[in-house]
Nanobody, 121 residues
């Protein structure tokens, strides 16, 4: 089993940056694909980014390409989402996710509790 805890959210002005962190527990972390999803107010949860077990492959939603970067540090059992050029429409609760399939482009088997990101004009 894997437990995921997000941190690093908060309030930022449009055009600014934030880095989200997701700390994972579990001996199998290094074999899991990891990802980020988000849920904007009144909308369904949507895919943001994913990374393979080794960090060698990444996958992004079109609306964040060129602005967000997903990475992982297996030695620290942590996955990151670097968010640059933030827009008000990026305001959402962001969720960390994991999948035992180390190459999944849409990890959704395990979930963190979510963390708020608010972008103001």
């Amino acid at each position: 089993q894997v437990q995921l805890v997000e941190s690093g959210g908060g309030l930022v002005q449009a055009g600014g940056s934030l880095r989200l962190s997701c700390a994972a527990s579990g001996r199998a972390f290094r074999t899991y694909a990891m990802g980020w999803f988000r849920q904007r107010p009144g909308e369904e949860r949507e895919f943001v980014a994913a990374i393979s077990w080794s960090g060698g492959t990444t996958h992004y939603a079109d609306f964040v390409k060129g602005r967000f970067t997903i990475s992982r540090d297996n030695a620290e059992s942590t996955v990151y989402l670097q968010m640059n050029s933030l827009k008000p429409e990026d305001t959402a609760v962001y969720y960390c996710a994991a999948d035992p399939d180390g190459y999944s482009n849409y990890p959704r088997q395990y979930w963190g509790q979510g963390i708020q990101v608010t972008v103001s004009s």
